[in-house]
């Protein structure tokens, strides 16, 4: 059963804590917390990189700006309501060209699989910290992204995500013979294994504005630190993170509230957290604040033109169209706050093998080589001769 420890904070803080104890249904691998410090072993993750490029929006610097409010299209009073105040901030993902190709749907579970049943072909304790640590925020990613795209175009994901039998708590994946769910993947392995690392919490996206952007590219032991980095600074500075109310207090994000096992003293743990990220415009505000109330929330999905879809009308306003019209320009890409053309994609990625080559070759040998030893050593027998009884009595006898 999970277990919640609620606690009301004091200092004026009127947040409900929550301790989640995720109960497993086996005990998990001690490969999943071992690791080897100077291994040279890597995992590629090209595919991942094309379908994220091809894939994300990004919103660019992170921005107090709100959101115009809505109004209704030519030809209808029908409009698209949405938070202004978060509705300008976090990466955007295109499930709706996903949601219409089912060639690329299929290269996204495939990825999915292919993660989620690597270690099965090479031991997880065999990779540095930083590698484990990639592998896991890709695998939940990558998970998150491929249910999404099951249900979509649903707009509003609070149900989905965090309701009864929601997306985190499901028992969606199953690594080395251990069926894990997305809080398995967090609280049971991340937690343990980074426990004093609150930025790890960023590289969680979970499909919703209220949540981490997804990146447009996937976690590298190389990028792994200064891309959590990013995100937290991106996450922190924008109005669905923080958002600074002058003498009435300081208002910060729900998700803090449901990931308060990082910030046991929860106020001042989070309090000091925040002040690590925060502009210094907002320093001053949150320093000299009496009172933090988590009750930013927006459940919308994070999908290019799901939230701000228009309706009806007759005005040339079509979303598609004008996504293709800027995706196919000569500086297209996410590092142009941009995406590529994914229909153009498709063709690419299912051209390559279904393993997806996760290993170098020379590395895949030496994993091989790995898992052949320590298959010999598990079927090793050591056998010690018995002693006769008339051996015994000999030796008593000298």
């Given amino acids: 059963m999970h277990k919640f420890t609620k606690t009301l904070i004091a200092v004026g803080f009127s947040a409900l804590l929550a301790t989640p104890v995720w109960a497993q249904t086996a005990p998990l691998p001690e490969s999943f917390f071992a690791e080897t410090a100077d ?6 993750y090209d595919d ?45 993902f295109s499930f709706e060209e996903y949601k219409n190709n089912a060639q690329m749907r299929q290269i996204v579970s495939n990825i999915r699989n292919s993660l989620q049943n690597l270690p099965s072909e090479a031991q997880l304790s065999d990779f540095s910290n930083k590698e484990q640590l990639a592998y896991w925020l890709n695998l939940y990613n990558i ?60 590289g969680l996206y979970q499909g919703y504005i209220g949540s981490p952007s997804i990146r447009a590219r996937a976690y590298t032991a190389a990028n792994v630190s200064r891309m959590l980095n990013m995100n937290a600074n991106e996450f922190i500075n924008s109005n669905r993170g923080t958002y600074p109310v002058g003498k009435d207090g300081f208002r910060v994000a729900g998700f803090y509230q449901r990931n308060a096992s990082y910030f046991p003293n929860f106020h001042q743990d989070l309090k000091n957290h925040l002040l690590e990220y925060l502009h210094e ?3 001053a505000a949150l320093e ?34 004008l996504l293709d019209a800027f995706a196919q320009g000569p500086d297209r890409g996410p590092d ?32 091989k080589e790995l898992q052949l030893r320590r298959a010999n050593q598990a079927g090793a027998v050591t056998v010690t001769d018995l002693e006769s009884d008339e051996k015994k009595k000999d030796e008593n006898k000298e």
């Fill in 143 to 202: 998970t998150v992204i491929d249910e999404i795209i099951q249900v979509y175009p649903r707009k509003n994901l609070q149900d989905f995500v965090v309701g009864e039998d929601g997306l985190l708590q499901r028992k969606l994946l199953k690594v080395a013979g251990v069926e894990l769910s997305l809080n398995d993947i967090q609280f049971e392995i991340l937690q343990k294994k980074f426990p004093d690392q609150p930025q790890i919490i960023y």
């Fill in 39 to 44: 291994s040279t072993f890597s995992i590629n």
């Fill in 48 to 92: 991942l990189d094309a379908v994220l490029q091809a894939s994300v929006l990004s919103s660019g610097l992170p921005s107090r700006k709100k959101a115009t409010a809505s109004s209704a299209a030519t030809g209808t009073r029908m409009k698209n309501n949405s938070n202004t105040l978060t509705a300008a901030s976090g990466n955007r």
């Fill in 281 to 283: 415009d907002d320093k």
């Fill in 336 to 367: 142009n706050n941009e995406v590529a053309n994914i229909g153009l994609m498709a063709d690419t990625l299912a051209s390559r093998s279904v393993t997806y080559g996760r290993f170098a070759p020379d590395q895949a040998l030496k994993i």
């Fill in 288 to 321: 000299q604040t009496a009172e933090l109330t988590a009750n930013i929330e927006d459940w919308s999905i994070t999908d290019i033109y799901g939230t701000t879809r228009n309706f009806g009308g007759g005005a040339a306003n079509n979303s598609a169209a």
